[in-house]
Every structure is written in structure tokens, then in C-alpha cells.
């Protein structure tokens, strides 16, 4: 159910019908299939040096472009493709982080069929989601030691653009730490779906 009262949500989103609903319904709730984590994943490196919503309102554009983030698909893309892809304006047209998603999905291959992406990714939180409860905004890190031990291991993987803060926000949407607020009605929700 949708909560119209945004006095005490997370103040990030701000009153943009976008970012709410991404708020509400999206950020922070547990993960693990292994094809919504890569796309977020994916999504997030795109945002490095961008604004979140800027990734938002491209979302679709990047779930077309990169045929429904599918690792498959993606792996085996070349030149031709990078180049298809510089030209389209519905997504962010940066030539190593188009080429940093190919390698990405690369390594989600080996990842997936070594030990499982979802189990990979959910071993730097020990399977669960961190529970900090952040009172104000002040108290949510811009990066975590959790974090930095992802960044480092996506990196020897083979993955770009996955740096601790980057990483640390992966972790925040994905919901491997609940960060709303303990003033913010969805902190209960998502602490409820652990």
C-alpha cells in the first residue's frame, strides 16, 4: 500500500513521483535473484559520477538496450555493439562503462556457475541484511568495510565502476542493509522482510 504521507520518508527522495515510488516500493527490500542483482549492480556503475534519478528516468531505455540486462546475451557482445550502444540516447553513452558491463557479465557467468551470484554477493552481509537503523541521514556511511570487501572481490572478478561507495549503494538498494530511517514507515516493512 502506498504511503501518501512523505513527511517522514527517507528525505533522499525528495517529492519526485519517481523517486517515491522508487523509495517505496523498491529500495532497500531484500534481493537474491541473481538477474535483478546484476542489473542493479550494472545500473549502479552506470550512476558513478551521476545522479541516481539521472539512472531512473534511463532505466528503461537501459533494460531495452541491454536486452533485459541478460549476462548471456550481453557476454558475447563486440565492437559493434559498444558502437551501437555510444549512439543511443535512452541510456548513458560512456564507452567503458558499456564495455565494463560486457566484462561484468562475463564474470557473472563464472560466478553464477562457480558458486552462485546471489550467495557471492549475499556473503559480504553473511546472508542476511544489516540492520544499523540510521536516526538521520548523518548516521548513513558513504561506504562500509562490507562494502570495500565487495568492491575489492567484484573488481578481481572482473567488474568496473564497483568502487566502495558504489558498492555500498548496490548494497542499500538491494536491501543487504536497510538503510530508511527509523522515522521512515518503510524501515519497519523492509526490517520485517529479513
Known sequence: ?????????????????????????EWGRPERDPRKLFELLILESFQAG??????????????AAFHGFDPETISGWTEAEVARLLENPAIVRH???????????????????????????????GGQPLQPRPARMAEVPGQTAQSLAMSKALKREGFNFVGPTITYAFMQASGMVNDHLVTCPKHDEIAGLA
Open 1 to 25: 500500500m502506498e504511503d501518501t504521507d512523505i513527511s517522514n520518508r527517507c528525505p533522499w527522495c525528495g517529492s519526485d513521483p519517481i523517486y517515491v515510488n522508487y523509495h517505496d516500493n
Open 95 to 125: 564507452r567503458g562503462k558499456i564495455e565494463s558491463t560486457i566484462r561484468g557479465a562475463e564474470a557473472f557467468l563464472r560466478i553464477e556457475a562457480a558458486v552462485g551470484f546471489s550467495p557471492f554477493l549475499w556473503s559480504f552481509t
Open 50 to 63: 551521476l545522479s541516481w534519478i539521472t539512472i531512473l528516468r534511463k532505466r528503461d531505455g537501459f533494460r
